[in-house]
């Protein structure tokens, strides 16, 4: 019988992570428990295919996943997520007859666990252009040598895949995507992650001081700025779609903790009657669900249309965009109504709501942020703009 993202990650399991989850994100810590079960579970090899090892899971099944987790264990999912993009970015590539990341595949089957190390600070190219140095080595290997912020899962990746740019080769610039190994003495991981919310995420920076990647390990050499390779979409549409995937879980928690606690509050003023009986935070709930209510379906027909290998030709990077945006914007919104309505109570360290309230801000800082977003689907609708 398969295994659902519903009865592997069962209530029992998520009930301890959301326990451990509070402790994690007061004592700063990493998700050590929650990572061991997840791969005891096999969770972590939710995208590899059973042949490989892994669970077989749809992409529509990830994001189920990823929501229910992140209801949990928001920093936990978040993080996890990074490792189930490259093993996406694989499962895509795969999908369409291309074997280039099978050993991510494999490698994830055994326990290798994968981390994202593409984001540099002041780089607002993103996959487009980077300021890490790769350098070619005799043999077609690379060292890298830069610094990579926000690399969630530090305490625990084993391998990292990243990029940097090439520009001393005869065809160069080009920008080269390669994985690296957490043993390699020119990484330097920095124990600097010190953070508002999502703290159990330890998205610390990596140092990168000549790290090697072997040939073998070379995955792409691309023109700088936007380019049609399957690998950029496969990134594009994995870290986007994941990514809404956790803050629409986090939505769907605070949704769910405002109505206990409009049952759990009275009015004094109303003769002691809960507060749910209250118009005005009826509303406010009312608000937040109908608000809510559209994300999920979205996700899922996305995820259905990624399965099903859908051409959606240059409106695809509207769509994932899109979807990033509304579902993070829709949990901020979502977590600002609960807050309201359970009152002052979730102001105190250790409420939960109070710590949705901090992990939930992190959505504006992952790309595509609103400016991007905006523009991508203005490219989408109206083309680009005349030089």
């Known amino acids: 019988m398969s295994t659902t993202p519903e009865t592997l990650l069962h209530d029992e399991l998520l009930e301890r992570f959301r326990e451990r ?5 007061r004592d700063n810590a990493f998700f050590d428990e929650d990572l061991a079960e997840l791969r005891e579970v096999g969770y972590l090899t939710a995208l590899v295919p059973v042949e490989l090892g892994g669970l077989g899971w749809t992409f529509a099944d990830a994001v189920r996943g990823q929501m229910r987790l992140a209801g949990a264990a928001p920093a936990t999912a978040l993080a996890v997520n990074m490792h189930l993009v490259w093993t996406g970015v694989a499962k895509v590539l795969r999908d369409r007859g291309d074997d280039s ?84 003495p020119d990484v330097r991981i920095l124990d ?116 099903e290998l859908v051409d959606h030709g240059a409106f695809w990077f509207a769509k994932l965009v899109g979807v990033k945006v509304r579902a993070t914007e829709t949990a901020k919104h979502v977590v600002d109504q609960a807050v309201r309505v359970s009152g002052g109570s979730t102001y105190f360290a250790g409420s939960e709501l109070g710590r949705l309230y901090r992990d939930v801000l992190a959505g504006i800082f992952h790309p595509s942020d609103d400016e991007s977003a905006h523009s991508t689907v203005a490219n989408a609708w109206l083309g680009p703009i005349e030089a």
């Open 21 to 25: 989850a509070a402790r994690y994100d």
């Open 101 to 184: 990341l099978d050993f991510v595949l494999r490698e994830a089957g055994a326990g290798e666990i994968f981390g994202f190390g593409i984001s540099e600070a002041g780089n607002d190219l993103m996959l487009f252009g980077s300021r890490t140095i790769a350098e070619p080595q005799a043999g077609g290997g690379y060292r890298y040598t830069g610094r990579k912020i926000f690399t969630s899962l530090s305490p625990a990746w084993t391998r990292l895949g990243t990029m940097g740019l090439d520009t001393v080769s005869a065809d160069a610039p080009k920008l080269v995507y390669g994985f690296i190994d957490r043993e390699d």
């Open 192 to 307: 600097d992650w010190d953070t508002m919310g999502m703290r159990a995420s330890q998205s610390r920076t990596t140092v990168l001081d000549g790290a090697f990647a072997a040939s073998d390990r070379i995955v792409r050499r691309l023109d700088p700025g936007p380019n049609a390779d399957p690998l950029i979409f496969g990134i594009f549409a994995n870290f986007e779609l994941l990514l809404a995937s956790v803050y629409a879980g986090i939505g769907d928690r605070a949704l769910d903790l405002a109505v206990v606690a409009a049952r759990r509050r009275t009015s004094m003023k109303n003769g002691g009657a809960p507060l749910s009986q209250d118009p005005d935070i009826r509303w406010r709930i009312a608000d937040a669900a109908l608000a809510q209510e559209a994300i999920a379906p979205q996700l899922l027909a996305i995820a259905h249309d990624l399965d």
